[in-house]
T-cell receptor, first 111, second 115 residues
Framework: GQNIDQPTEMTATEGAIVQINCTYQ??????LFWYQQHAGEAPTFLSY????GLEEKGRFSSFLSRSKGYSYLLLKELQMKDSASYLC????????????FGRGTQLTVWP | GAGVSQSPSNKVTEKGKDVELRCDPI?????LYWYRQSLGQGLEFLIY????????KSGLPSDRFSAERTGGSVSTLTIQRTQQEDSAVYLC?????????????FGPGTRLTVL
């Protein structure tokens, strides 16, 4: 594997901010993806980082530090519908080809 | 437009039987991937097709697993002589196959249960 680590579970309350971390160890790094997966549904694409820095997209932001092998997904103004599993995935080598996934972080948002 | 579709959505089979899972990628996407997701595990790569190139089969767990992609579109994943450890959700994804971001878009999956 590519040693992609993320916390198994997190909880937060509605309206709060939560940060989900992902660390990885891989050679030939070529991009990091975040996906959201609701129970029983397909993973849906949230964000992509290939250069260092922060990418903001509405309530969701994703950060990457290639030198540290570290990324985080920041969710602001949490809503109940944000309760889901968040998957971190790394691509190595070619732009095309398989992704290496972490086990996912199950986020529960409480009212 | 239509997303990735998979059929059946659920499949229950007996140990030792063969099963076929189907994936219809997004129209125009040249790359197609199969992954499987077991309870509590991350997505496990199985096989990848890109255009007319030879597929990357490096993730297939045994020779009981095979896949084909006809006409560069629909793909079928076949599992022969199914075992209980094959029980999982089988996810298909497709991507445009470009040299840019090339985001993978997933189908809803087929939940396979081997009794």
């Amino acid at each position: 594997g590519q040693n992609i680590d993320q916390p198994t579970e997190m909880t937060a309350t509605e309206g709060a901010i939560v940060q989900i971390n992902c660390t990885y160890q891989t050679s030939g790094f070529n991009g990091l993806f975040w996906y959201q997966q609701h129970a029983g549904e397909a993973p849906t694409f949230l964000s992509y980082n290939v250069l260092d820095g922060l990418e903001e997209k509405g309530r969701f932001s994703s950060f990457l530090s290639r030198s540290k092998g570290y990324s985080y997904l920041l969710l602001k103004e949490l809503q109940m519908k944000d309760s889901a599993s968040y998957l971190c995935a790394v691509r190595k080598g070619s732009t095309l080809g398989r992704l290496y996934f972490g086990r996912g972080t199950q986020l529960t948002v409480w009212p | 437009g239509a997303g990735v579709s998979q059929s059946p959505s659920n499949k229950v089979t007996e140990k030792g039987k063969d099963v076929e899972l189907r994936c219809d990628p997004i129209s125009g996407h040249t790359a197609l991937y199969w992954y499987r997701q077991s309870l509590g595990q991350g997505l496990e790569f199985l096989i990848y097709f890109q255009g007319n190139s030879a597929p990357d089969k490096s993730g297939l767990p045994s020779d009981r697993f095979s896949a084909e992609r006809t006409g560069g579109s629909v793909s079928t994943l076949t599992i022969q002589r199914t075992q209980q450890e094959d029980s999982a959700v089988y996810l298909c994804a497709s991507s445009p196959g470009t040299i840019l971001t090339d985001t993978q878009y997933f189908g809803p999956g087929t939940r396979l249960t081997v009794l």
